[in-house]
């Protein structure tokens, strides 16, 4: 069985300073994992996703995230925080096997000015 | 807009009845997916279709859910017999099967459910 975890319900950050969002994972055989993005009454808006090759990667808005196999962990990064950037954001990893995202609880962003 | 795409967005409903939604797929999608979120929480896996063949179902799924995608191309979402338990956002989204891995789901709008 798959799981996420995203271990802080919510990440408070200065504009302009570095964020970190943090996910781990257990995913029995190669993990496959995204991230996403919710605003309010919103759908997800897809940013990244990390299938093999480079452990970091880049995705959309400015944003990248790491895997670290040994740590079993993606966590989100962005080097300067805007504002805008304040949302929800998910975690979620899709098992070899299946087809099917498993998500993370959520970890809600507020960066302020 | 070619995203995927919701309808209703929200719905209010009484205890016991029965609604409908609809979610058309980015066009050339071949699958399509059904997601449930309720208040804080991430979102749960309901159903999957390849084209219009319905390949896997939650035990989220229960007998009063149904969903179809008749052509391959729109999909549809019953719920029967409506519980204040089934309030929450239905989400549906697609993506196209390129290689099987690395395929990415785009997520539409989302359907608010409220159920009186």
């Known amino acids: 069985a798959q799981s996420v975890a995203q271990p802080e319900d919510q990440v408070n950050v200065a504009e302009g300073n570095p964020l970190t969002v943090k996910c781990t994972y257990s995913?029995?055989?190669?993990?496959?994992l995204f991230w996403y993005v919710q605003y309010p009454n919103r759908g997800l808006q897809f940013l990244l996703k990390y299938i093999t090759g480079d452990n970091l990667v880049k995705g959309s808005y400015g944003f990248e995230a790491e895997f670290n196999k040994s740590q079993t962990s993606f966590h989100l990064k962005k080097p300067s925080a805007l504002v805008s950037d304040s949302a929800l954001y998910f975690c979620a990893s899709r098992g070899y096997a299946g087809n099917m995202l498993t998500f993370g609880g959520g970890t809600r962003l507020m960066v302020k000015p | 807009d070619t995203g995927v795409s919701q309808d209703p967005r929200h719905k209010i409903t009484k205890r016991g009845q029965n609604v409908t939604f609809r979610c058309d797929p980015i066009s050339e999608h071949n699958r399509l997916y059904w997601y449930r979120q309720t208040l804080g929480q991430g979102p749960e896996f309901l159903t999957y279709f390849q084209n219009e063949a319905q390949l896997e179902k939650s035990r989220l799924l229960s007998d009063r859910f149904s969903a179809e995608r008749p052509k391959g191309s729109f999909s549809t979402l019953e719920i029967q017999r409506t519980e204040q338990g089934d309030s929450a956002m239905y989400l549906c989204?697609?993506?196209?099967?390129?290689?099987?891995?690395?395929?990415?789901?785009?997520f539409g709008p989302g359907t608010r459910l409220t159920v009186l």
């Open positions: 989204a697609s993506s196209l099967d390129l290689r099987r891995t690395t395929d990415t789901q785009y």
């Open positions: 995913v029995s055989g190669n993990p496959y």
